[in-house]
């Protein structure tokens, strides 16, 4: 094994911060919201038994004064506020969100189409690639086809609860079929691009792609 790959999986065991895993079971109280464990007849894991991983530990962002800005290649340049956010269409899906430490969840996730806050904006013919930015520093990108084809969300309800702060209020990524460190958290930005980008694991080595079932590193 090249030294490399060894530093990647010791960096996934000691690296990544933990998240934190309550013992309590069942469904929770969020600002006196009450989640669902089951939609559609099929069981939700309960957001106390979910894991999490964050790279500088959970971000609280005010409400009122966050905007959601969309920029780069885009015909009108725009910043959202949270109740402009919310007044948008609403998609809610059951998606699992898989962790390539080998851990995963179910959960229903409740927000907006990304396709709806483009249809705003406007995109440029050239720009392929768009970039996610959240509140920690963190970073990532996805292909702007991939995220129109499948009618990718930004949520911001989770198991029918809003968003808790440690779960990633107001915004997160719905990355479905992808490995959890595409699953933006605390989105602030999101810009389209032409030229590839990679974001904070993907400059460590991780896969660009981040497929579920796919390569975890990038060949070396």
Not at 38 to 59: F, V
Request: aromatic letters at 12%.
């Amino acid at each position: 094994m090249k030294l490399i790959h060894l530093f990647l999986i010791i960096s996934v065991i000691f690296v990544i911060p933990s998240g934190c895993v309550s013992e309590k079971k069942g469904p929770g109280v969020y600002d006196n919201q009450t989640e669902n464990i089951s939609y559609q007849g099929k069981s939700l894991t309960p957001i106390s038994e979910q894991r999490s991983r964050d790279i500088k530990g959970a971000q609280y962002i005010d409400r009122e004064s966050y905007r959601l800005q969309i920029d780069g290649l885009v015909e009108t340049p725009l910043n959202f506020t949270y109740e402009e956010i919310l007044k948008l269409p609403e998609t809610s899906k059951i998606v699992d969100l898989n962790c390539v430490e080998g851990w995963s969840f179910t959960a229903k996730w409740t927000g907006v189409k990304i396709a709806d806050l483009f249809n705003k904006t406007g995109t440029l013919e050239n720009s392929t690639t768009v970039i996610f930015y959240s509140a920690d520093g963190y970073s990532t990108s996805i292909d702007l086809d991939y995220l129109l084809k499948n009618n990718i969300i930004l949520a911001y309800r989770l198991n029918d609860v809003t968003l808790p702060h440690d779960r990633g209020f107001p915004l997160q990524l719905v990355a479905e079929s992808k490995y959890g460190y595409k699953w933006a958290k605390w989105v602030v930005r999101i810009e389209l691009s032409d030229s590839p980008y990679r974001g904070y694991w993907e400059q460590r080595g991780y896969n660009n792609t981040a497929d579920v079932g796919g390569l975890e590193f990038e060949r070396i």
